[in-house]
């Protein structure tokens, strides 16, 4: 008897630890920290991509709120990217609140390997990364017309390299 309940804790020990260790290997996982649109200008500006993001409506949205609402959470959640290790608050919408913090895959080295970079946190952005903004919007800012993400995909985010390169012919 002794002996069962013994091996039954021991059972539920190891339960709980792989449990645990399962659910902090998910955590680190996702903790990646931001660094800001600048870090990512010195190597993404001569592919045309940060010019053309810094144009975009994406780029300004922090603008779009007043003084009071800027210190509303809720307006400011989706009016910017995050904050910096630092504590700087990155306004609008950067490169990071579609591609992921990029604190660890921002090094050449992982930039040029995808499959490096996607390990560290860069996300190549579906319909859903949009959503976490573009659903739910209040109704008083909301646009007319509704999301589509095919749609909208280029037309919001910025120049891709390969058109850029075309361009400079
Ligand atoms: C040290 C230079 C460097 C920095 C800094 C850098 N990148 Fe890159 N990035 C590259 C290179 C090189 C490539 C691979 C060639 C290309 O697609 O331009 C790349 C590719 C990418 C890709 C395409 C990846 C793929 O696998 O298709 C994305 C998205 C990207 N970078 C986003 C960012 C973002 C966001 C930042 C800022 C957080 C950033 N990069 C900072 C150099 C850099
Ligand atoms: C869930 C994300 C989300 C929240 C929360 C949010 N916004 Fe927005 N806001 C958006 C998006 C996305 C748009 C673009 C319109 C669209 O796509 O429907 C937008 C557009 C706007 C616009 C431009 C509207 C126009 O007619 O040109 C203003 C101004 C604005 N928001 C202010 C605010 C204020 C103030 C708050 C807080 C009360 C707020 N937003 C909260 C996502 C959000
Ligand atoms: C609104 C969301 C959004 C923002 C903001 C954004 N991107 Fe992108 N980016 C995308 C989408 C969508 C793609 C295409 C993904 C695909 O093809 O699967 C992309 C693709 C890329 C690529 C690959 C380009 C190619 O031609 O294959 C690079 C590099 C990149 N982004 C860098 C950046 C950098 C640097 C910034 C900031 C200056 C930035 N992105 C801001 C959504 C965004
Ligand atoms: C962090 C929040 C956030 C994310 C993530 C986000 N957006 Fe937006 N988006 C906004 C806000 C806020 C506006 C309102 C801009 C304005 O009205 O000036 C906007 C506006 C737009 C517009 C209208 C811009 C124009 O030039 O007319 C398009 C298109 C768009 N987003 C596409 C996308 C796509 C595609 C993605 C995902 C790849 C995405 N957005 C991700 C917040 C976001």
């Not at 959503?131 to 209040?138: L, R, Y």
Request: charged share 35%; aromatic share 6%; net charge positive.
């Amino acid at each position: 008897m002794l002996k069962k309940v013994t091996i039954l804790t021991t059972l539920l020990a190891v339960v709980l630890l792989f449990g645990s260790l399962a659910f902090s290997g998910e955590e680190a996982k996702t903790k990646h920290e931001f660094v800001g649109e600048k870090k990512c200008k010195m190597c993404h500006k001569k592919d045309g991509i940060h010019p053309s993001w810094a144009e975009s409506k994406h780029a300004k949205v922090y603008d779009l709120l007043s003084d009071e609402e800027k210190k509303d959470k809720d307006c400011v959640k989706c009016h910017t990217t995050g904050t910096t290790a630092k504590g700087v608050l990155l306004e609008g919408v950067q490169c990071e609140a579609c591609h992921g913090a990029g604190a660890d895959y921002k090094k050449k080295s992982t930039m040029e390997d995808h499959e490096k970079a996607i390990a560290a946190g860069l996300i190549m952005p579906d319909e859903k990364t949009c959503k976490v903004c573009h659903d739910n919007v209040p109704e008083k800012f909301r646009a007319k017309e509704k999301f589509d993400f095919e749609k909208m995909k280029t037309k919001g985010s910025h120049e891709m390299a390969k058109k850029a390169e075309e361009k400079k012919g």
